[in-house]
């Protein structure tokens, strides 16, 4: 300001001490000029001087004022606007010098908005929830997978004790806020389904505040238990053979050997049992083979005509003897099959799907009743049907006879030598075909298990 003042004042005094000068020279050193030479110089100078001044001034304060405008508008997060100057003063170095600070700046600010946004996108297409916390518990950030695991939305800026009740969760964070080493607990989640959530707790040292990542492993922690229950079922359903075996061995080698009358009882049912575990063990390998992807499928067009012929030839023997009567049919209305209807599938993962549903169909059908295979057309699928009416399946039990050794009748299953795998395999290998399969029964009045295959 008052380097303007000074300016302007030198300004003034100098044009005004040069108007005197000129005049001088101009109008001689005579008497007769001075009374009006003097003043008319020193007003010329005056004017001139203060017009000077007024320009020098003027421009100065719109140059300030621009770079005043500019800098407020980076203040308010707008970005600085360029500003026009190519004065070599040292004012117009202000000004750009402003420019290229301003230009610098919008330069880092893109590239933050850019590596904001690709963090953004990382988070959000994360599998694990991420929930960032302030020194308060206070949200500050939530992904989309938290979110969707704890259900979450509009909670950013809320304490995390606000929304969520789950105590475990809020302890951990507490927990992670105070102490300097990460936490991890698996906690459960009420809720649809009850979700098992391992949660990773860590502090920020930096930002004042902790990371919550969280793992939904309701999946892994069932598939667990699925493993545990299916040794826990193979070690069972192989004891019992075994300790069967044990004991007749025992038997025989005390004395029954040399009775002859005994003996062969025992033999018997070394021999019965030792089937048992051959079917048992063939059983669980074709479960393995399947389930693990291992087992080689050549899928190609079979005809299904040809393959429920091959099965009830196979069964019908069992089924005579049983007084049962195995009968094959195409169905009938708009499932009706064309002539040569083939399904796109693995030949002989057909013949043990049709074997095991006919197997299972003349085992839990009391004698002398009808079973039927019967095989239409629905869309672009191939229906296969095998019909009992047997003692059927309890509607709770519907949906878990698919699962490996569940049998609603364990006695039952065991005495008719049943290993509680057959409808586990017939589903896996339906899936691998692509295909669906279904069961409709009704206790005492038989029982209709119906497979969708692609049609060729
Ligand atoms: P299993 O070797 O015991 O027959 P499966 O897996 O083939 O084992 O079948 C599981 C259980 O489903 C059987 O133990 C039986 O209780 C029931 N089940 C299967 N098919 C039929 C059917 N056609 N009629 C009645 N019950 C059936």
Known sequence: MFQRFYLSFGLILALTVLALGLCLVWGGFSRDTWPWLFPTAAAAGLALGAA?????????????????????????????????NDDPSPLGNLVRAFNLMATRLEERMELLERDRQQLLTMLSGMVEGVVALDNEQRILFVNERADSLLELSSAVGKRLWEVVRNPEL???AGQALE???????????????????TVHAARLEGARGAVLVIH??????????????????????????????????????????????????????????????????LDLLSLARIESGSELFEVAPVEVLQAAEQCVERHGDRARARGQKLVLQPMNGPLTPPPGLSALVDEESLLQILDNLVDNALKYSPEGKTIEVRYG????????????????????????????????????????????????????????????????????????????????
């Open 216 to 281: 939904d492993t309701t999946e892994l922690r069932r598939l667990e238990r699925l493993r545990q229950d299916f040794v826990a079922n193979v070690s069972h359903e192989l004891k019992t053979p075994l300790a069967v075996m044990k004991v007749c061995v025992e038997t025989l080698l005390d004395g029954a050997l040399d009775d002859q009358e005994n003996a062969p009882h025992f033999l018997h049912r070394i021999q019965e049992q030792t089937e048992r575990l051959n079917l048992l063990i």
């Open 170 to 172: 809020r302890e951990l």
């Open 377 to 456: 057309v629905e869309g672009n699928q191939v229906i296969l049907q095998v019909r009992d009416d047997g003692i059927g399946i309890p509607q709770e039990d519907l949906t878990r006879v698919f699962e490996r050794f569940f049998r609603v009748d364990k006695a039952r299953s065991r005495q008719l030598g049943g290993t509680g795998l057959g409808l586990a395999i017939v589903k896996h290998l339906v899936s691998a075909m692509k295909g669906t399969i279904r069961g409709e029964s009704s206790p005492g009045h038989g029982s209709t298990f119906t497979v969708r295959l692609p049609m060729a």
């Open 52 to 84: 000077a001044a007024i320009a020098f001034n003027y421009r100065v304060s719109s140059s300030l004022n621009e770079v005043t405008l500019g800098l407020q508008s980076i203040g308010m997060g707008l970005g600085g606007k360029k500003i026009f």
């Open 179 to 197: 102490g300097k080493k990460p936490k991890l607990r698996e906690i459960s989640w009420p809720g649809e389904g009850k979700k098992r959530l």
